[in-house]
């Protein structure tokens, strides 16, 4: 699952500017080969002038650092493994969500922006130490198979996948089109059952709807990737066709545990809800380097709007309800988000790896910083359960200006007008199997929108 705001495609120049720090682990390299190993690994004065007036002094020392390693380790050891690994810790100590990508992990990255990649067609989420098959996607392998929504996933390939993380499961079933996986699963209580699938090129979808009674329109996007808001635009249609010429009444959109993705899909889909007003700044360094604004004509500019979130929306999802809360296009309903505001523009690097580098923080129109703060829903429906936000990561970004330059952020449930106890989110959430009439839905979050919109509440 992705987890982030990224720039993507539409920002050439930024990339390229950004493009050319990536020189700079390089040269360690290039001064060993410079100045030699002795030059290096004994002598300080290598450099003409001192640390304060030359830039390259810290290379200087990874370079001495490296010769050091390649001399004295006790067993040989790889060159480029070290030089990856320095560029790596050198990113990571940035904040927890830059990142220096290999080569592997880069392609997944790719594949997840776009939307495709070689697998089974499952949609996964990791629930008290197993991984529950939210839905099999339509015509894949696994729903061919047989495989439903429910059942949990005990072993891969004959290897446990019990206690183990989401990631690492996932990207076990992923491969190359035509290679074999055995999935084993236990459906219901104890039944087990095994599944031989050949793994196919899978594309994902990332918006899902469905028509409710009264001609409430149900839209859940799942996360932002290549294509969201072209997928948004055809449910639009897809929903009025069914509505057979009566009016959308409303929309419950549905970003519940919608983890981000692209800044620029988030933007669009945000637009088609507005007609005027901002949707979000971008901020680097004090300076605003980019303001984005409405344009007239959205697909549901003009049908009130209710946002269901929860403490895994993220990012850009907080991006979109954010704008739409703070133009008072929608009610937000459900739980303080997880309050990640910063944006990760992406770079190609030399040799099939990438750069994943936070370079701007982001705030809604009205000036509000969701970094480190999330969003703070109209209608509070608390579960009680403790979930870690951006705030409790090791080495987050403060909300604005340098690390400890601002005042810790407000707690996420702050500030709502309504509490509702015992409000959590339901293990799955499949647009398919919302009911017509979430009057009586045993998900809360839900049932309490779609009344809002009824006038029921």
Do not use: C
Request: proline letters at 6%; charged letters at 25%.
């Amino acid at each position: 699952m992705l987890v982030g705001d990224m720039k993507k495609r539409r920002f050439p120049s930024r990339a390229r500017s950004l493009l050319s720090a990536s020189k700079l682990p390089t040269l360690a390299v290039a001064i060993v080969a410079a100045f030699g190993a002795g030059a290096l690994a004994g002598h300080g004065n290598a450099a003409a002038t001192t640390g304060r007036e030359n830039p390259y002094a810290v290379l200087l020392q990874l370079g001495r650092v490296l010769v050091h390693v390649e001399n004295g380790y006790v067993d040989p050891v790889d060159r480029a493994r070290l030089v990856d690994g320095a560029i790596k810790g050198m990113v990571d100590e940035l904040d927890p969500h830059s990142a220096y990508l290999r080569p592997d992990e880069w392609r997944q990255l790719q594949s997840e922006t776009e939307g495709k990649f070689g697998g089974v067609g499952l949609e996964v989420d990791g629930r008290e130490g197993e991984l529950v098959v939210i839905a099999p996607i339509d015509g894949g392998p696994a729903e061919r198979a047989g495989v439903k929504s429910g059942d949990r996933i005990v072993a891969v390939d004959g290897a446990d996948a019990r206690g183990q993380s989401l990631d690492r499961i996932v990207k076990k079933m992923r491969g190359a089109p035509g290679t074999r996986v055995k999935l084993t699963v236990r459906r219901g209580g104890k039944e087990t059952l095994s599944f031989e699938l050949v793994r196919e090129i899978i594309r994902l979808s990332s918006v899902a709807s469905k028509l409710l009674d009264g001609d409430v329109a149900y839209i859940r996007v799942k996360l932002f990737q290549e294509g969201t808001h072209d997928e948004l635009v055809r449910a639009a249609a897809k929903l009025r066709a069914e509505a057979a010429g009566r009016a959308i009444t409303g929309v419950l959109l549905d970003m519940r545990t919608n983890p981000g993705g692209l800044v620029d899909e988030a933007s669009e889909v945000a637009d088609e809800f507005l007609s005027v007003g901002g949707i979000y700044s971008m901020r680097r360094r004090g300076q605003v380097v980019e303001d984005a604004r409405a344009r007239p004509g959205g697909a549901f500019a003009t049908v009130p709007v209710v946002a269901l979130v929860n403490e895994w929306s993220a990012s850009a999802a907080e991006l979109v309800v954010g704008a739409l809360q703070d133009n008072k296009r929608a009610t937000v309903v459900g739980a303080g988000t997880f309050g990640k505001g910063s944006v990760q523009t992406i770079i190609d690097l030399p040799g099939g790896g990438g750069l994943k580098l936070t370079t701007a923080r982001y705030f809604t129109p009205a000036g509000h910083a969701i970094q480190g703060d999330g969003i703070h829903p109209d209608v509070l429906m608390v579960s009680g359960n403790h979930v870690d936000r951006e705030r409790d990561l090791p080495n987050h970004l403060p909300p604005e200006g340098p690390r400890g330059g601002a005042p810790p952020p407000a707690p996420a449930d702050a500030g709502a007008a309504i509490v509702v106890a015992d409000g959590g989110a339901p293990d799955m959430i499949d647009a398919r199997t919302i009911p017509a009439d979430p009057s009586g839905s045993s998900d809360r979050v839900l049932k309490a929108g779609y009344e809002l919109l009824r006038g029921k509440r």
